[in-house]
């Protein structure tokens, strides 16, 4: 059954990195789609509604529209507002300092940009 993954990072080398481990770890399993703005992510997802993606990754800092929120938290806050989005498994990647507490407010999973950059095995780790 083939897997269907959503990456959202405007640094087109991240979001590579992540597709690259993703399809070196699972193969032929992930359908992967990439988006380099939480408003491209968002429009993504929503175009998904009725066939969700199992995992999003997305990043944290993005475009600087969302103030006070960082661009990846108001993107995780509208998936989570979608019904059909419930059991999608949702990871921020990030090298801020305040990451966990984010991912805790938001009720995801996070896994911290230096953790991603050292360990690629961290992503076989994603229960989706």
Known sequence: MIKKVLIVDDSHSWNDYHKNNLKELYGETLEIVQAYSAREGYDKVYANIYTPFDL???????ESDFLPDFAGEWFIKQVNMLQEYYKTQKV???GSMSIRQIAEDLGTDYIPKYVAANDRLVYKKLNF
């Not at 999003?56 to 993005?62: H, N, P, Q, T, V």
């Open 92 to 94: 921020i990647i990030s």
């Open 56 to 62: 999003i990754i997305s990043d944290l800092s993005m």
